[in-house]
């Protein structure tokens, strides 16, 4: 059973930082693309990044430059260092991906991230 595992949430002022951490098992990590979504209260959720197995890395125009996806296939862990925060990057944080070997897609269970202005 593939399980996904967020953690690094919090309250942060604005301009302020947080990495978030999604521990992986279950699932042959390393080939795998790892994605991180978030979804804000009335709104829909949305991509923030993503990273690919070979390290191709692709994010919304809402955090280019702010937030870095990375990935440590050893500790089968992917991380969303976000960087100038604002209020509006206020949101549940959650950690995705596909298993490469049955197409299934498989969700954490969100870490919540606050920023206050």
């Known amino acids: 059973q593939v399980q996904l595992v967020e953690s690094g949430g919090g309250l942060v002022q604005a301009g302020g930082s947080l990495r978030l951490s999604c521990a992986a098992s279950g699932t042959i990590f390393s080939r795998n693309p790892m994605g991180w979504y978030r979804q804000a209260p009335g709104k829909q959720r949305e991509l923030v990044a993503t990273i690919t197995s070979g390290g191709s890395t692709n994010y919304a125009d809402s955090v280019k430059g702010r937030f870095t996806i990375s990935r440590d296939n050893a500790k089968n862990t992917v991380y969303l260092q976000m960087n100038s925060l604002k209020p509006e990057d206020t949101a549940v944080y959650y950690c995705?991906?596909?298993?490469?070997?049955?197409?299934?897609?498989?969700w954490g269970q969100g870490t919540q991230v606050t920023v206050s202005s």
């Open positions: 995705n991906t596909v298993d490469v070997r049955t197409h299934r897609e498989y």
